[in-house]
Nanobody, 120 residues
Framework: QVQLVESGGGLVQAGGSLRLSCAASISTFSLNAIGWYRQAPGKQRDLVAVISSGATTNYADSVKGRFAISRDNAKKTVYLQMNSLKPEDTAVYYC??????????????WGQGTQVTVSS
């Protein structure tokens, strides 16, 4: 199995910054991609940012220029630097990983979610 441990959520004022971290315990699994989704109250869970094993990144249009995703392969940790935060960024942020086990096909995993609240 893959376990995703998140940290960094909290309460900030509009215009402030937060840095989310997600450490992946994957043992013998190979990590294909890792990133972040978010879900606001009454809304679906949407992609925020993802980085692949080849370091290709993908961002939601709403966060481009404000958020930056990065990955430390040695530590198996992904970071989401969130700058210029807006109240509409308020959501539960979920770490996401796609990994390949020693046998079988790729599988997806989710963290428990961490609350990010941006006050106006």
């Amino acid at each position: 199995q893959v376990q995703l441990v998140e940290s960094g959520g909290g309460l900030v004022q509009a215009g402030g910054s937060l840095r989310l971290s997600c450490a992946a315990s994957i043992s013998t699994f190979s990590l294909n991609a890792i990133g972040w989704y978010r879900q606001a109250p009454g809304k679906q869970r949407d992609l925020v940012a993802v980085i692949s094993s080849g370091a290709t990144t993908n961002y939601a249009d709403s966060v481009k220029g404000r958020f930056a995703i990065s990955r430390d392969n040695a530590k198996k940790t992904v970071y989401l630097q969130m700058n210029s935060l807006k109240p509409e960024d308020t959501a539960v942020y979920y770490c996401y990983a796609n990994a390949r086990p020693p046998v079988g096909g790729n599988r997806t995993y989710w963290g428990q979610g961490t609350q990010v609240t941006v006050s106006s």
